[in-house]
């Protein structure tokens, strides 16, 4: 078998790796025009920060390629020839398929504001945005981020290491209000604050003005305010990387349509990752998801197909991690930013010093099951929520057994006996008693 797979990111790298398992004698080719080898990309921030070499943004040791007979190709693809199953690089060469996996990824979401082509105006989703980031706020003294969710306080985090003053527009009332409920954002603006960077709410990029010599020298506000700047990230989100599949006649929407199966309009052909869109979402379920896991989820389950066991795509309890600064949040189900449905309660705990927060929702019928978790400060076990959520648990039974999901060490505080006191003063009718503790204190 002859298997193609147009990117190497997670999704592309994880559906090789499957396939070769499955398929010792599959002949496996990965064409990329990012990078020769796999990076992982939630590490960018960290090796702007010094935190890690690049070569330690490489998953995989060079050798691992040719051991498991993993064919790379740098080279950017062209057009697909689905008649001829056939993908035409930029290098001239021609490459034959079987099966042919789409991975492409996403690309920087922009509104075409005046001035976006400036030198020192990017955003930053992929290794050549690192190394442009690297080389265009060397020296800088002031810079202007426009957007307030994952990639805006990265960046913000990476330029305060290198001492530059921020300044976030963002046109939400608080941070991230698409996602996060107030109480979550006042947690985030907490960090904000602590590291000095200045946010404007409510507030819009109109334009971005430049000098004589062709670079960034402020931005003007939806409030006419111009700011001063040397450098401007556009952290307003990502778009499907549509381009490929345009150019060869796959249908598309916001993404390149796929079945359950993932596969594309064209026989032999499939998408996943940031890129494909799923023609009949399950329900409360996204169309297009761009996360870590749901590519490598993504990746895998294409591989089964492509190999003969064909397999549906199912993403199970949807999960999400980040960090804030010095605040880790952890969101899993469904936790609507504004207000819930009717049908649901939500119960949330903070810590009296503002370091922790821990939001459940959980429905209003008879079976109080838990629908999901925000955890902003705390460290919980992944595998334990998800299978609370898999189970519909009750809220009582997660909150009587609560330290079996605490991940902190050992010998952090323990916060569970508040959180159950807290719960049991706001809904008295379902009266919960801690049955579980974690580590050494739970034999004291």
Same mark, same amino acid.
């Given at each position: ?15 090789? $790796?499957?396939?070769?398992? *499955? ?15 796999? $990076?992982?990309?939630?590490? *960018? ?6 935190? /890690? ?18 064919? /790379? ?6 057009? $697909? ?16 398929? #079987? ?21 020192? +105006? ?6 050549? #945005? ?15 981020? +426009?957007?307030?969710?994952? $990639? ?27 996602? /996060? ?56 989100? +990502? ?10 006649? *796959? ?6 349509? +796929? ?129 609370? *959520? ?55």
């Amino acid at each position: 078998m002859q298997l193609v797979i147009i990117g190497n990111g997670i999704t592309g790298v994880s559906c090789a $790796i499957t396939a070769r398992r *499955l398929r010792p004698d599959a002949h496996i080719t990965l064409v990329s025009d990012e990078s020769p080898y796999h $990076i992982s990309r939630p590490a *960018l921030m960290y090796a702007y920060l010094g935190h /890690l070499r690049a070569q330690d943004l490489k998953p995989y040791a060079d050798w691992f390629w040719a051991e498991n007979a993993l064919e /790379l190709v740098h080279a950017t693809a062209m057009r $697909i020839a689905p008649a001829q199953r056939q993908v035409e690089l930029s290098t001239g060469a021609v490459l034959s398929y #079987d099966k042919l996996v789409v991975a492409a990824g996403s690309v920087s979401r922009f509104a075409a504001w005046p001035g976006q082509d400036l030198e020192g +105006v990017q955003g930053l989703y992929s290794l050549p #945005d690192l190394e442009r980031m690297h080389r265009n706020t060397h020296g800088v003294q002031q810079a202007v981020v +426009v957007g307030g969710g994952l $990639i805006g306080i990265e960046l913000a985090e990476m330029l305060h290491s290198r001492g530059v003053s921020v300044t976030m527009l963002v046109r939400d009332e608080h941070y991230w209000g698409s996602v /996060l409920p107030p109480q979550e954002a006042a947690l985030v603006q907490g960090q904000l604050d602590a590291h000095h960077i200045r946010v404007q709410y409510s507030t819009e990029l109109t334009g971005i003005l430049g000098d004589t010599q062709g670079r960034v020298r402020a931005v003007v506000a939806s409030d006419e305010q111009e700011i001063p700047c040397q450098w401007v990230g556009l952290a307003t989100g +990502v778009t499907p990387n549509l381009a490929l599949a345009q150019a060869s006649g *796959l249908e598309t929407d916001r993404g390149i349509l +796929v079945d359950r199966y993932l596969q594309t309009s064209q026989p032999h052909i499939y998408a996943a990752g940031d890129c494909a869109q799923h023609r009949e979402p399950v329900a409360n379920e996204v169309a297009i998801e761009q996360l870590w896991y749901t590519g490598r989820n993504q990746g895998e389950t294409i591989a089964h197909t492509v190999c003969g066991e064909p397999k549906p795509y199912q993403r199970g309890p949807w999960f999400n991690s980040a960090k804030f600064f010095q605040l880790e949040y952890q969101t899993y189900g469904r936790v609507p930013a504004r207000a819930l449905p009717t049908q649901e309660h939500s119960f949330c705990w903070q810590h009296p010093a503002g370091t922790a927060l821990l939001r459940i929702n959980f429905r209003a019928d008879s079976t109080l099951a838990v629908t999901g978790m925000n955890a902003l400060g705390l460290r919980q076990r992944h595998d334990t929520w998800d299978q609370w *959520l898999r189970a519909a648990t009750p809220v009582t039974e997660v909150l009587a057994a609560l330290g079996a999901a605490n991940f902190d060490p050992e010998f952090f505080r323990q916060h569970e006996p508040a959180i159950v006191q807290e719960f049991n003063r706001q809904f008295p009718q379902y009266p919960v008693a801690l049955r579980r503790r974690k580590g050494l204190f739970s034999f004291m």
